[in-house]
Nanobody, 127 residues
């Protein structure tokens, strides 16, 4: 049974940076699509960034709202997934989740396609 666990959330001022980490265990996650999602109360979970294998290479995708500020990366040797978040804005506030899916899906930024989820880590950005 796959398991994901996030860490690295916290409170920062606008313009600051955070690095989220996710450790994966229990399945060959290197063959999965991995993603970061965020959610605020009363809203649907939204895709922030995803990384997937395409012809042997891993191509990241980003939401328009974070493109150029966030970077997703992997440490395959240690089954780790990261999200480097720079120039944070108050609208980046939310619970951030790590997720994985073991097959190709139509939209890697759509949360309903993902089958494994972590418990989430809170990010709060103040103005």
């Amino acid at each position: 049974q796959g398991h994901l666990a996030e860490s690295g959330g916290g409170s920062v001022q606008a313009g600051g940076s955070l690095r989220l980490s996710c450790v994966a265990s229990g399945y060959p996650y290197n063959s999965y699509c991995m993603g970061w999602f965020r959610q605020t109360p009363g809203t649907e979970r939204e895709g922030v960034a995803a990384i997937y294998s395409l012809g042997g290479e891993r191509s990241p995708v980003y939401a328009d709202s974070v493109n150029g500020r966030f970077a997703i990366s992997q440490d395959k040797a240690n089954n780790m997934l990261y999200l480097q978040m720079d120039n944070l804005k108050p609208e980046d506030t939310g619970m951030y989740y790590c997720a994985a899916v073991p097959w190709v899906v139509a939209d890697f930024m759509y949360h309903r396609y993902y089958t494994y989820w972590g418990q989430g880590t809170q990010v709060t950005v103040s103005s």
